[in-house]
């Protein structure tokens, strides 16, 4: 499904809003609400919108469980981090216990890393398959999302929910096929007319996740919200 909006601002509170309503479902469902969430640029505004009190007395953080979907082997304190972002933008002014709170720690060994955030998932979500009930997800004007490369190993995984990805400055580790199609709701987040023409490629253009990795994502019970400005959506008829 695709919604266009008329900017990052409109897009942001869209997305705000559906993190809301997928919370309340979710808590209603099962108790608790699993989302993955995504770093870059895009994302901050909608996390800005969530801690505005107008959002923030909407959610029952107390249920609330925080995951990422990928990051980069820097210290949690480097402007570099998804994590840091994430809890400048909302979690640092939301009431969720620091418990509920599971950065990828990653500085050092990227392998080890990945090793042990996969424990975290398989720990928390003991025998099932990693059922998020919002992953969060950005796309890049090469394709990639989260921090899953055209043409890169990672792509070819089918067992592992967590891997490391070597060649990036800095490395990364991210979450793989297997465990972002088990979720129960994937929303990209996509603005600005640089990503115009990928946008329409993956959209649009002929299926080849090792090209344009956004494309591997499909939900096998789930579904995939589109969420894009007017620059981004430039090159859609």
């Known amino acids: 499904m695709l919604w266009i909006f008329p900017d990052l601002e409109t897009l942001s509170r869209a997305a705000a809003a559906l993190f809301i309503r997928q919370a309340q479902r979710a808590i209603r469902r099962s108790g608790r609400f699993v989302v993955a969430l995504a770093g870059g640029q895009t994302p901050r505004r909608t996390y800005e919108w969530l801690a505005h009190p107008a959002c923030r007395n909407t959610v029952e953080w107390e249920a609330v469980y925080v995951f990422w979907g990928d990051e ?7 402007p570099r981090s998804n994590a840091r972002m994430a809890c400048e933008a909302l979690l640092n002014h939301v009431p969720i216990p620091p418990d509920h709170i599971h950065p990828i720690v990653c500085e050092g060994d990227p392998a080890a890393a990945a090793v042990r955030y996969e ?3 398989r720990r928390f979500f003991g025998e099932g398959p990693p059922r998020f009930d919002l992953v969060f997800l950005g796309l ?3 394709g990639h999302t989260a921090s899953l490369f055209p043409f890169h190993p990672a792509l070819e995984e089918r ?3 967590v891997v490391e990805v070597e060649g990036t400055l800095p490395p990364r580790v991210t979450l793989t096929f297997p465990a972002l199609n088990q979720a129960r709701r994937v929303a990209f987040l996509v603005s600005g007319a ?3 023409e990928i946008l329409k490629e ?3 253009g002929p299926v080849d996740p090792r090209r344009r990795p956004a494309q591997g994502i499909r939900p096998a019970a789930g579904r995939v919200l589109w969420l894009v400005d007017r620059g981004a959506a430039s090159r859609l008829e």
């Open 72 to 78: 980069r082997c820097v210290p949690l304190e480097d």
């Open 119 to 121: 424990a975290v998932l």
């Open 202 to 204: 993956v959209l649009r």
């Open 194 to 196: 640089s990503k115009a």
């Open 159 to 161: 067992t592992r929910w």
């Open 140 to 142: 890049g004007e090469d």
